[in-house]
């Protein structure tokens, strides 16, 4: 039922109340004293309802109501005991109180409840950053340990690395490309090569570059970032849509590192369709907050429940080739940005990620040192 309808019958139910109980005032003999007062005592009950409903207000125009029709039965039928039309009167006096009272002591209780409310929603949202907060805390402790731990790993690797490519060049003129063994020679650069890959994605999350931070138009870098990923996205039979918030002002930010974001996710997402499917890229402007927002969302198969809250871990894939460090180097990049990069499910399918910027950025962060 509508409000205006439920309103319409309490309305209603008040009048017909008065009503009914006056009707009874009327079609009752003065003899039967006894029913008159119990009469007299229904009328609070409209009054009652009508301030505890609507306030003060509408419980002293159900008082005057009440009066208007109960004045004309004293007059016409109690003038011969003036005792009893007295106390009568009195009553009706006490009509007008109770109904201004009550409707006050309800108005009031209504508005504390009102903000209650209010309060217990801002406590709630308070609760959620704070719970929010601590997750990012705690994913900052993992990143800076395994950062730390990936840079020794890194540099360990990458010396002895060096020396088997440069090995293999040597050799390489020794096998011309007819020979049976050549191929392995070819095997042995390709992973050479992406061992190296590997390599500089563990400096690159155990260093990450402080932003330079420029003056940059959020729309234009987002669709100079599509630009570059919308063959490979047509060649897997995915349509990219972006939507663009005209009223986002001038952003300040590292372009170099946001379209590193923004590369890593949407190519995510392009991964996470092989059968083919939707991208949508909308960008929105938070004038309250001062914040742009960056919402990235496919329509692929998503991940299990229990594995969302480990997307940004380092070393978390669920591809067969890949390093696991993409979102994770994205979340930190974000995070040096004084953003914030988050996921959820969606309930078509797929994920979108959310990505927060300031549009007052400064820099935060390490630096390569």
Not at 22 to 39: F, K, N, P, R
Not at 54 to 71: D, H, R
Not at 179 to 208: G, M, S
Request: charged residues 20%; proline residues 5%; negative net charge.
């Amino acid at each position: 039922m509508r409000k205006s309808q439920w309103d319409w019958l309490k309305y209603s139910s008040i009048v017909v109340l008065i009503a009914v109980n006056s009707a009874l005032h009327y079609w009752t003999d003065v003899e039967y004293q006894y029913l008159h007062e119990i009469y007299q005592r229904i009328y609070y009950i409209p009054i009652l309802l009508a301030a505890f409903w609507y306030g003060p207000l509408v419980g002293a125009l159900a008082a005057l109501l009440t009066s208007g029709l109960y004045v004309y039965h004293i007059r016409e039928h109690w003038a011969h005991l003036p005792m009893y039309a007295f106390n009568q009167y009195a009553e009706i006096i006490l009509y007008h109180v109770i109904g201004v009272t009550i409707g006050f002591l309800s108005s009031r209780e209504r508005r504390q409840r009102e903000r209650l409310e209010v309060a217990t929603e801002e406590l709630r949202q308070a609760y959620e950053q704070i719970q929010q907060t601590f997750e990012q805390l705690k994913q900052a402790d993992r990143l800076a340990a395994l950062g730390q731990l990936s840079a020794g790993v890194a540099h360990e690797i990458r010396n002895p690395l060096g020396s088997i490519k440069g090995s293999i060049e040597i050799l390489e003129s020794e096998f011309p490309r007819d020979h049976p063994k050549r191929e392995f020679i070819d095997i042995i650069k390709e992973e050479t090569v992406r061992l190296n890959t590997i390599v500089a994605e563990f400096l690159k999350f155990a260093r990450p570059a402080k932003p330079s931070i420029q003056s940059v138009c959020l729309s234009e870098l987002i669709d100079s970032t599509l630009t570059l990923l919308r063959k490979e996205a047509e060649g897997a039979r995915i349509s990219l849509e972006v939507h663009h918030d005209s009223s986002i002002p001038t952003v300040h930010l590292d372009p170099d590192q946001i379209r590193q974001v923004l590369l890593n996710i949407v190519l995510n997402g392009i991964q996470a369709m092989p059968e083919g499917g939707k991208l949508e890229l909308t960008s929105f402007y938070q004038p309250q907050d001062n914040l742009v927002l960056i919402q990235v969302s496919d329509s692929g198969n998503g991940v299990p429940p229990g594995d969302l809250d480990h997307l940004f871990d380092p070393f978390y894939t669920t591809k067969p080739h890949g390093t696991g460090l993409g979102l994770s180097i994205s979340y930190q990049l974000v995070r040096n940005h004084q953003g914030s990069l988050v996921v959820r499910r969606n309930d078509e399918g797929g994920l979108t990620f959310g990505i927060t910027l300031p549009v007052k950025g400064r820099a935060e962060g390490r630096g390569d040192g």
